[in-house]
């Protein structure tokens, strides 16, 4: 059976998305199917695995389903970037049910705009194996040291250094990512501040290793920074496919605004991947 496929991107994040809204998909959505899907030489190739489904019963609230696997298969809470893509197809305006709760989108002059709702930084809510203090953890990876970590839906720890550029990222990013410290695994980011309404991010995902925009890994470096008192409460994250704007609100809500890009449509045949 063919299923069709649309390929989209933000910021070159990029996504398979499968619209299972009103026709349901052949069969189940394995963490080897995922990874199939996802490889970039023998399937379709993408860094996230996006599935649409019907909103369930305990969120009346919520105009349908976003599902989102890794590269390797592992299925996470939340990606800030696939949510503009989503909310693109969408036509702007969508909720969207996710694991790491309902995101909202709208159009924007600059994209969709995704209200990303309240960061948490309790040690269990990121989570952490025990407690410690967020806004600067006591530990340290070969000259990575006190990161923050917040949880925008998905963990984050964030390094703030003199140049992300030079850090070992495909060294380190794998090394902390599977530290004990982090159960459910984490999310790595290495910021810079420019000045008080700027930071340059590099991000480690979580099963997929060093992308080239991360939403969720952005809005947690802002909000990182805004705790420590390094920037203002609205910033632009430059990332090496272009740049997001954070607005951290009074209300305590993250939004996120910057591009979506639909690639192409296809089909392809489930039994190969399944």
Sequence with gaps: MRVDFIKMHGLGNDFVVLDARLRPLPGAITPRVAAALADRNTGIGCDQLIVL?????????????????????????????????????????????????????????????????????????????????????????????????????????????????????????????????????????????????????RVWERGVGETRACGTGACATAVAAMRRGLVDRAVTVRLAGGDLAIDWAEDGRVTMTGPATESFRGTFDWSAFS
């Design 53 to 201: 489904e019907p909103p369930p019963p305990e969120r009346p609230d919520a105009d349908f389903t976003m599902r989102i696997y890794n590269q390797d298969g592992g299925e996470v809470e939340a990606c800030g970037n696939a949510t503009r893509a989503v909310g693109l197809l969408a036509g702007g305006a969508a909720r969207i049910a996710t694991a790491g709760g309902l995101l909202q989108t709208r159009a924007d002059e600059n994209g969709i705009a995704v209200d990303m709702g309240v960061p948490r930084f309790e040690w269990d809510a990121i989570p952490l194996a025990y407690a410690m203090d967020t806004l600067a953890l006591p530990v340290g990876w070969d000259g990575l040291e006190h990161p923050a970590a917040v949880n925008v839906g998905n963990p984050h720890v964030v390094f703030f250094v003199a140049d992300c550029a030079a850090v070992p990222l495909a060294k380190l990013g794998p090394e902390i990512e599977h530290d004990q410290l982090f159960p459910a695994r984490i999310n790595v980011n290495v910021a810079t501040v420019v000045d008080r309404s700027t930071i340059r991010l």
